[in-house]
C-alpha cells in the first residue's frame, strides 16, 4: 500500500503526547524522503515549504530541480524546544535559511529573530502573514515569472496533493 503525501503529512502531525524529538525528527526524515520520490518528474515552478517540518523536503526537491526554495516561518528552533532537543533542528534551520531563495516570516517579531540571528538581508526577506493566502500567492507568482528561464508551470509545496 503506498501513503498519498497528504497521508504522509498527516502523519507528522500525529504525535503522541509522549513522542520524543527523535520520533519528530525521523518523520521529517520520512516525509522527505516520500515527497522527494513523489516531486520527481513533476513540472513546477516555485517551491513553498509553509513550516520547518517540510524544509527538508523543499531543500532536497530544490537540489534535483534547481527551482526556486520560498520557506515560511512561524517561530525558530530556540523558541520551540527545550535545549537539549534544539541541535537537530538549529541546524535544519540554519542550512534551510541559507539556501532558501525568499523567507516569509509570518510576524513583525519573527522577521525581527530572522535578521539579528541569520542576518537574511533585507531582499530575501517578506513579512507575510501564514493566514493571508492572497499575499502569499501574489508573491510566488511573481518569484516565478521573474526567474531566469521562465515557463508557466504551478507551484509545488511539499504539502500538495
Not at 526554495?69 to 517561530?75: K, R, T
Not at 529573530?113 to 501564514?130: A, D, F, G, N
Request: glycine fraction near 4%; include cysteine; charge should be neutral.
Amino acid at each position: 500500500m503506498h501513503a498519498t503525501l497528504t497521508q504522509e503529512l498527516a502523519a507528522l502531525g500525529r504525535n503522541p503526547p509522549n513522542a520524543t524529538a527523535a520520533d519528530l525528527n525521523f518523520q521529517v526524515i520520512q516525509y522527505a524522503r516520500f515527497a522527494t520520490s513523489w516531486a520527481c518528474g513533476k513540472q513546477f515552478a516555485v517551491i513553498y515549504a509553509v513550516d520547518w517540518p517540510t524544509w527538508l523536503a523543499a531543500m532536497e526537491i530544490r537540489q534535483l530541480t534547481g527551482w526556486p526554495l520560498v520557506l515560511h516561518v512561524h517561530s525558530l528552533a530556540q523558541e520551540r524546544a527545550a535545549p537539549s532537543e534544539t541541535g537537530w533542528a538549529v541546524a535544519l534551520e540554519r542550512l534551510a535559511l541559507r539556501r532558501a531563495d525568499l523567507v516569509l516570516a509570518s510576524t513583525a517579531e519573527v522577521a525581527s529573530l530572522l535578521t539579528e540571528r541569520y542576518q537574511l538581508p533585507p531582499e530575501r526577506l517578506q513579512t507575510i502573514s501564514v493566514s493571508n493566502t492572497a499575499a502569499i500567492n501574489e508573491r510566488l507568482l511573481h518569484i516565478e515569472h521573474h526567474r531566469p528561464g521562465h515557463s508557466a508551470g504551478s507551484f509545488i509545496t511539499p504539502s500538495s496533493k
